[in-house]
């Protein structure tokens, strides 16, 4: 079975250029989390959906905003691009959703990311 | 808000050696906590889930315990293998608080080089 799936690999951008990342999950799975993580650090959540609804949102700008597809697939749209925005852009996907409403022991499975590159 | 540690930031030992990482977390109301690895750019690989109820989890030769009062987590690697060599993250799960899904919240990493 194919794992997570997120295009492109790699990407360079100018700054004040958008940008779409896209995502496809495991097949069968509903829920689609996006983390940043900037070089030396660990991942920092962005947006989790789950049965195309956003269901969490993490500490970033509006500039950053997500969706997801009847598909269960995803798309992650960064606006006005800065500098800092440089980092490896991660997706995961997992069998139910990350919410304590949902059962919380599905284990996230990671895709090998999208590195953006802004100049 | 969550804040995990995790100590040391590098490890480098010889093949052969039993090994342990430490994950500290500030607050204690949590899910579970996970343990992943990843290799250089690449994405993370689940290693090991322990849901707040339990004490620890074992998949071959890793094992991770999880001390919820004292708001420790340590990953213990048995016969470490040149294969080994990756960045280990801890990542907490926090209660609901609300408003929805928070997320992970990540440590920044061991990295780990096992010598051959």
């Known amino acids: 079975d194919a794992g997570v799936t997120q295009s492109p690999t790699h990407l360079i951008k100018t700054r004040g250029q958008q940008v779409t990342l896209r995502c496809s999950p495991i097949?069968?799975?509903?829920?689609v989390s996006w983390y940043q993580q900037v070089l030396g650090q660990g991942p920092q959540f962005i947006f989790q959906?789950?049965?195309?609804?956003?269901?969490g949102r993490g500490n970033f700008p509006d500039r950053f905003s997500a969706r997801q597809f009847p598909n269960y697939s995803s798309e992650l749209n960064v606006n006005a691009l800065l500098l800092g925005d440089s980092a490896l852009y991660l997706c995961?996907?997992?069998?139910?959703?990350?919410?304590?409403?949902?059962?919380?022991?599905?284990?996230?499975?990671f895709g090998n990311g999208t590195r953006l590159t802004v100049t | 808000k969550q804040e995990v540690t995790q100590i040391p930031a590098a490890l480098s030992v010889p093949e052969g050696e039993n090994l342990v990482l430490n994950c500290s977390f500030t607050?204690?109301?949590?899910?579970?906590l996970q343990w992943f690895r990843q290799d250089p750019g690449k994405g993370l690989t689940s290693l090991l889930l322990?849901?707040?109820?339990?004490r620890e989890q074992t998949s071959g030769r890793l094992n991770a315990s999880l001390d919820k009062s004292s708001g420790r987590s340590t990953l213990y690697i048995a016969a470490s293998q040149p294969g080994d060599s990756a960045t280990y993250l801890c990542a907490a799960v926090p209660m609901y608080s609300g408003g929805g899904a928070d997320g992970l919240t990540f440590g920044k990493g061991t990295h780990l080089i096992i010598q051959p």
């Open positions: 995961a996907s997992s069998l139910r959703g990350q919410g304590p409403h949902d059962p919380y022991n599905s284990p996230l499975h």
């Open positions: 959906y789950y049965e195309k609804e956003e269901r």
């Open positions: 097949s069968g799975h509903k829920s």
């Open positions: 607050d204690s109301a949590i899910y579970n």
């Open positions: 322990i849901q707040s109820s339990q």
